[in-house]
């Protein structure tokens, strides 16, 4: 097993801040049956560097806990990021276009029994993975590709260590 380095326990710890913030900030957008979760756009981060991986899904549990999220929320939304940003990172030398798929997958086939079953949405199973992976198709394959093409020309500022850790 490789040796955890500073430099990607920095990079999990700010990727994990910032998706914390972006839920917070946006809450009203953030948990609901209609839901676009803007932090989701960081879910193109495992493309750039393997510390996405525990950064998202640290970010999503603390967003999950600290908006308010009930336990199912907190445990299946979380796995949900976790797989997303796992699946996210082996495509990466695929094709970087492929990288937002297993994210907007996963929450699209997740989420919608969590709202139904935790939250008792009344909407209908196929109403909710239609209007979840409507949010996280805008979230993630609209603003986390913009989000991709704008840090690729960045991408040994941001990420410097990057090729190192994989």
Same mark, same amino acid.
């Given at each position: 097993?490789?040796? @955890?380095?500073? %430099?990607?326990?920095?990079?999990?710890?700010?990727?994990?801040?910032? !998706?914390? &913030?972006?839920?917070?900030? $946006? &809450?009203?957008?953030?948990?609901?049956?209609?839901?676009?979760?803007?932090? +989701?756009? #960081?879910?193109?981060?495992?493309?750039?560097?393997? &510390?996405?991986?525990?950064?998202?899904?640290? /970010?999503?549990?603390?967003?999950?806990?600290?908006?308010?999220?009930?336990?199912?929320?907190?445990?299946? /939304?979380?796995?949900?990021?976790?797989?997303?940003?796992?699946?996210?990172?082996?495509?990466?030398?695929?094709?970087?276009?492929?990288?937002?798929?297993?994210?907007?997958? %996963?929450?699209?086939?997740?989420?919608?029994?969590?709202?139904? !079953?935790? !939250?008792?949405?009344? +909407?209908?199973?196929?109403? @909710?993975?239609?209007?979840? =992976?409507? /949010?996280?198709?805008?979230?993630? =394959?609209?603003?986390?590709?913009?989000?991709?093409?704008?840090?690729? %020309?960045?991408?040994?500022? #941001? $990420?410097? #260590?990057?090729? +190192?850790?994989?």
């Amino acid at each position: 097993m490789k040796k @955890l380095s500073s %430099s990607m326990l920095t990079q999990s710890a700010a990727i994990a801040a910032v !998706y914390v &913030a972006l839920t917070l900030a $946006f &809450a009203p957008i953030s948990f609901s049956a209609v839901q676009i979760r803007v932090s +989701e756009a #960081l879910c193109i981060l495992p493309y750039f560097t393997p &510390a996405a991986i525990p950064g998202l899904t640290l /970010g999503c549990l603390l967003g999950n806990i600290l908006g308010g999220a009930v336990l199912p929320d907190i445990v299946f /939304g979380t796995f949900a990021t976790f797989m997303g940003a796992l699946l996210s990172y082996k495509l990466r030398n695929v094709s970087k276009w492929l990288v937002c798929v297993p994210p907007i997958l %996963s929450n699209t086939l997740i989420i919608p029994f969590v709202l139904r !079953y935790a !939250y008792g949405a009344e +909407e209908v199973l196929p109403f @909710l993975m239609f209007t979840v =992976g409507l /949010g996280e198709l805008l979230a993630i =394959g609209v603003l986390g590709n913009i989000l991709m093409v704008a840090m690729e %020309s960045r991408r040994g500022f #941001l $990420f410097p #260590l990057a090729k +190192e850790q994989q």
